[in-house]
Each structure stands twice: as C-alpha cells, then as structure tokens.
C-alpha cells in the first residue's frame, strides 16, 4: 500500500514538473500548421497519464505543437484492448500510426520522438 501510493504521488510529481516546464511550441504559418494538423488527424498516442515516458513523447509533442489524440490505456478498457489487440502487446508508449490504410504501431519513446521530429520539425 505504502509503495503504491509512493508511486502515485511520484507520477503526479512528474506531471507537475512537465506542467510548469512545459517547452515552447514551434511556430509555424497557418497553411503550415494546417498540413500538421491534417497529418496528425492519422496518429494516435496510447499512453498512461503518468509514465515518465509518455511525459517525454507528449512534451516532443508539444514542443513540436503537433495534436495528437491521446488514448488513454491504463484507464480505458476499449483503449487498452485495442493497444493488446491491433499492437501486439501493452506497453507504452505506442504511437499508431494510420497510412494507406494499414496500421503501424510504434513503441518506444525514442523511436517515436525520432519519428516525430523527422516528420514534422521545422527544416
């Protein structure tokens, strides 16, 4: 008991410390951010709220001011069988990515932010 609500607090802690250190968005012009926009409509993050390394790929996404609809599953059954399911596996955190039709499912929180700023980081 003792150690679980260690680890609460530790995650709340965390989510805290991305609040206030939040990295500024990238700017971008309208029609650029218009491109972003309709190329992340294609993505989705499978994440616990907080995972250090959900933390990091959110703040990648922020940072890169790329909206991605998040699915959250620790919480949500629908979301966590998907992940099982279509992912292969429950780990987070997954980035699916829907292109052509077919799925790909990302892990890791290095794969995904080097993904991420190779697709969308200003040139």
């Given at each position: 008991?003792?150690?679980?609500a260690?680890?609460?607090?530790?995650?709340?802690?965390?989510?805290?410390?991305?609040?206030?250190?939040?990295?500024?968005?990238?700017q971008?012009?309208?029609a650029?951010?218009?491109?972003?926009?309709?190329?992340?409509a294609?993505?989705?993050?499978y994440?616990f709220?907080?995972?250090?390394?959900?933390?990091?790929?959110?703040?990648?996404?922020?940072k890169l001011?790329?909206p991605?609809?998040?699915?959250d599953?620790?919480?949500?059954?629908?979301?966590?069988?998907?992940?099982?399911?279509?992912g292969?596996?429950?780990?987070v955190?997954?980035?699916?990515?829907?292109?052509?039709?077919?799925?790909?499912?990302?892990?890791?929180s290095k794969?995904?932010?080097a993904?991420?700023?190779?697709?969308?980081?200003?040139?």
């Amino acid at each position: 008991m003792l150690i679980k609500a260690l680890r609460i607090g530790l995650g709340q802690l965390i989510v805290f410390l991305d609040f206030i250190s939040r990295p500024r968005k990238l700017q971008r012009t309208a029609a650029a951010q218009a491109s972003v926009e309709q190329a992340a409509a294609s993505l989705a993050l499978y994440q616990f709220h907080a995972c250090p390394f959900c933390v990091k790929t959110r703040r990648t996404l922020h940072k890169l001011n790329v909206p991605v609809a998040l699915r959250d599953a620790k919480h949500n059954a629908q979301d966590r069988q998907a992940l099982l399911e279509q992912g292969g596996k429950i780990q987070v955190p997954c980035l699916r990515i829907e292109e052509n039709g077919q799925s790909t499912w990302l892990y890791d929180s290095k794969a995904i932010g080097a993904y991420l700023n190779q697709r969308f980081a200003a040139n």
